[in-house]
Nanobody, 115 residues
Framework: VQLVESGGGLVRPGGSLRLSCAASGFTFSSYAMSWYRQAPGSERELVAS????????NYANSVKGRFTISRDNTKNTVYLQMNSLQPEDTAVYYCYTWIGQVNCWGKGTLVTVSS
């Protein structure tokens, strides 16, 4: 299993970024996917999840209305569109799935929101 995140970077408050997570080594379309984040000095927290077919999504209250999770099962990729970014969104963002009772994590991509 391999999960590779991309799309992080430095953005000003109010700006947008789209994160991508390219998956390989498993049947992507069979598994729910999630994005987590970990800010400096904080625990890792769930940001958003999407069902295997993409028909169901869930969001942390802190990002509802600003972030959108989606997936393309033809490209084995899950996305996180982040709008109206705020300094408190600064964190390393991780792609995650759970396969065969094993937690599978990417290495993360850093998002920094600063003026």
């Amino acid at each position: 299993v391999q999960l590779v995140e991309s799309g992080g970077g430095l953005v000003r408050p109010g700006g947008s970024l789209r994160l991508s997570c390219a998956a390989s080594g498993f049947t992507f379309s069979s598994y729910a996917m999630s994005w987590y984040r970990q800010a400096p000095g904080s625990e890792r927290e769930l940001v958003a999840s999407i069902s295997s077919a993409g028909g169901s999504t869930n969001y942390a209250n802190s990002v509802k209305g600003r972030f959108t999770i989606s997936r393309d099962n033809t490209k084995n990729t899950v996305y996180l569109q982040m709008n109206s970014l705020q300094p408190e969104d600064t964190a390393v963002y991780y792609c995650y799935t759970w396969i065969g009772q094993v937690n599978c994590w990417g290495k993360g991509t850093l998002v920094t929101v600063s003026s």
